[in-house]
């Protein structure tokens, strides 16, 4: 399912970004353009310009390195301001994923690193979550406005992806980001170009990304005593039998209604 839809949805990305009406051969009508015009892309396109350019510009200074050197001086803060410094964390994070910066794993471990391993994964998670939303949002509002009234007018391929995923619409976004081979920003921007309610993403978000945000909080609970010898955290660790054997499993739990689904079609087929 998730193969599918991304190859639905970047075999017509090029065409809907650069026409407002026109004749697709796996539609049957053309729909009006969503008003707003170039208004209506601007927030995305502001996302990915800044994505762009952090890739570059911030690469060097949200990394471990960065944390190495101050962590006495955050550790001190965290002390004095504590509450401060959560809300300060909290935001930043959400910048990092809202313009998909590089460091999101960095920051992960910096709330175990900051806040121990309950309170640090409750504020990834919040992070991440809020970050996920707006992302989604600013493709919903632009191009996702314009993909699910093109979708909706279909009744080709696009069609039966759009009622498969609706069918299935938490299995696929809950094994969305469940699989870490899944891009974090992939599984934000793709729900939002196909017409998923918000609530239901916002829901399978914060579920989702419990296991992941959970490993890498507790390697940066222990962060300290790796600097202290010299290395870097093992973000591996993910990938360990003991970790990633129960995320696979969480996987074929969300998959289940859909394999469920499947095997009463073929048989009333």
Known sequence: MIGLLSGGIAAHLGRIMTQTQGTDPEMSETPTQPTGGFVRHLPLLIILGVAFVGSFVLRDYLSFDTLRDNRAALLAYR?????????????????????SLPGAAVASVTGGFLFGLAAGSLLNIIAATIGAGLIFVAARWG?????????????????????????????????????PAVPFFVANLLPALVGVRFATFMWTTAIGIIPGAVVFTWIGVGVGEVFDRGGDPDLSLLWEPH????????????????????????KEG
């Open 79 to 99: 002390d004095s301001h504590f509450l401060l410094m959560a809300v300060g964390f909290t935001l930043i994070y959400v910048a990092i994923v809202a313009f």
């Open 143 to 179: 191009l996702g406005a314009t993909l699910s009234a093109r979708i909706d007018a279909s009744d080709g391929r696009l069609s039966r992806i759009r009622d498969g995923l609706r069918e299935n619409e938490v299995s696929v976004l809950l094994l969305m980001r469940l699989v």
């Open 243 to 266: 970790v990633i054997g129960p995320i696979l499993g969480l996987c074929l739990l969300a998959a289940l209604p859909m394999i469920v689904r499947a095997l009463r079609g073929s």
